[in-house]
């Protein structure tokens, strides 16, 4: 007899790489971070520490290696499990750079010099501007093609390199024959934008010089909720979400996203109540929803035999993935076996 049993639905590939360039805020967190382990159920996730990148600008190489430790930590402390999503640092497999070359030498410099982020980094490091900070988008190229993912989750500082690397995955395509997956942009269902508590009209930035316009993730519950006892707000005393009130509407918000309450029952809940009590509350529930991600970071960080077998895993794997398409590529250009 027939088996009419139909066969599962394959997973579709995400792929995300962050920079080592310190811990996430608040508003990164709300943003995305804290779909991350719902996202690993949903797809074949890969993340991988974007080492490689970071060095487009000046870095301590001391500082460098305890920030990378540090952000292959809280990856797990945000709920990536390596077990179910590939999680590896970009520098521990070669194939990066190596595809990179390739890809530079199918494109057009042209293409390279009118990327909007090269130019705002040249402007900001003007006495850096080097070969690699213009070719960065070609080695972004090579960190996705590599994978063959479905879907990279993309920012607005990021689509223009997305977009660069679809055209050169298609114009190999079409010298080459068939070899890489065009990927798509993966746009998360908008998620709530979170303001400085300093300036709420200026999105929340770990880069903010004033340490009181961000929460970062790891910041101890005490400092959290000071910081929101001094968010700025306005003269009235009602707690409304309403046009001209942005300090309390981005408060709301951060109060909305993390209860699950929406406006109107947070404005009965603090009804005949004053700014200080609901600073208050806030700050307290922002600081139980991360106490997990601070209590696992701390675990994490201590375990440093742990966090090196699962990064030195996941670079195994996915050196076995990526050196697979490599040599692909190798076959299609012309270079000899080795």
């Not at 310190?22 to 690993?40: D, E, H, P, S």
Request: charged share 25%.
């Amino acid at each position: 007899m027939e088996n009419t049993t139909p066969k599962p639905e394959r997973k579709k590939v995400m792929l995300s790489g962050i920079q080592p360039t310190g811990v996430f805020t608040l508003g990164n967190y709300i943003g995305a971070v804290r779909n991350w382990g719902n996202l690993q159920e949903e797809y074949n996730c890969i993340y991988f520490i974007a080492d490689l990148h970071a060095i487009t600008v000046r870095q301590d190489p001391a500082k460098l290696k305890k920030q990378t430790m540090e952000c292959f930590a809280l990856l797990l402390a945000c709920g990536i499990d390596p077990e179910k999503s590939l999680t590896f640092i970009q520098s521990h497999v070669p194939a990066h750079a190596e595809l990179s070359w390739v890809l530079s030498c199918h494109t057009q410099f042209g293409e390279l010099s009118r990327m909007t982020q090269f130019k705002d980094k040249s402007a900001k490091h003007a006495d850096n501007v080097n070969a690699g900070l213009f070719t960065y988008p070609d080695l972004m190229a090579a960190d996705i093609l590599l994978y063959k993912p479905d879907f990279v989750p993309v920012g607005a500082d990021q689509k223009q390199h997305l977009e660069l690397t679809r055209d050169v995955a298609n114009r190999f395509n079409n010298l080459y024959g068939n070899t890489f997956v065009v990927p798509e942009p993966y746009i998360p269902k908008a998620g709530a934008k979170i303001m400085s508590l300093a300036d709420p009209t200026k999105k929340m930035s770990k880069s903010d010089e004033n340490v009181n316009g961000f929460i970062s993730i790891l910041d101890d519950p005490g400092v959290i909720v000071k910081k929101f006892k001094r968010a700025v707000t306005d003269s009235e005393m009602e707690i409304a979400y309403r046009e001209g009130k942005d300090g309390i509407n981005n408060l709301m918000t951060i109060y909305s996203v993390i209860t699950g309450k929406n406006y109107e029952q947070i404005e009965q809940e603090f009804a005949g109540k004053g700014y200080g009590d609901f600073k208050t509350a806030v700050g307290e529930v922002v600081a139980e929803e991360l106490r997990p991600v601070r209590e696992n970071f701390e675990r994490y960080s201590k375990d440093k035999a742990y966090l090196q077998e699962m990064y030195r895993k996941g670079a195994e794997q996915a050196e076995r993935f990526a050196r697979r398409t490599l040599e692909k590529v190798y076959k299609k250009v012309g270079f000899l076996p080795r």
